[in-house]
């Protein structure tokens, strides 16, 4: 399983970023997909998921109405499209795979979620 996330970098408040995660090495239509974040000195958060099918998400209250997540199952791929971006969202952000097949909730449960990749920073500010 491998993960890769891109599309970090250093934007404004208010602004908006997309971050991509390029997924392979297992069949990536078949799993939930979610997104984390880790604050510095802060553990680390579910902040969006997404079912295999595409058709239910979920969010974090601190996130809900400024993020979205979908995800593209030809190219293998999950994005987070991140808009009016707050101070508090700096974090390094992190895609991960679900644990099981066929997982159509988006389950916010950590515990659902098995593999991580590296991740991308975020940070936020002025």
């Known amino acids: 399983v491998q993960l890769v996330e891109s599309g970090g970098g250093l934007v404004q408040p208010g602004g908006s970023l997309r971050l991509s995660c390029a997924a392979s090495?297992?069949?990536?239509?078949?799993?939930?997909m979610s997104w984390y974040r880790q604050a510095p000195g802060k553990g680390r958060e579910l902040v969006a998921s997404?079912?295999?099918?595409?058709?239910?998400?979920n969010y974090a209250d601190s996130v809900k109405g400024r993020f979205t997540i979908y995800r593209s199952n030809a190219n293998d791929t999950v994005c987070l499209q991140m808009n009016s971006l707050k101070l508090d969202d700096t974090a390094v952000y992190y895609c991960?795979?679900?644990?099981?097949?066929?997982?159509?909730?988006?389950?916010?449960?950590?515990?659902?979620?098995?593999?991580w990749g590296q991740g991308t920073q975020v940070t936020v500010s002025s």
């Open positions: 991960a795979k679900g644990k099981r097949s066929f997982q159509t909730t988006a389950t916010m449960d950590p515990y659902d979620y098995d593999y």
């Open positions: 090495g297992f069949p990536f239509g078949l799993f939930a």
């Open positions: 997404i079912g295999y099918g595409g058709g239910s998400t």
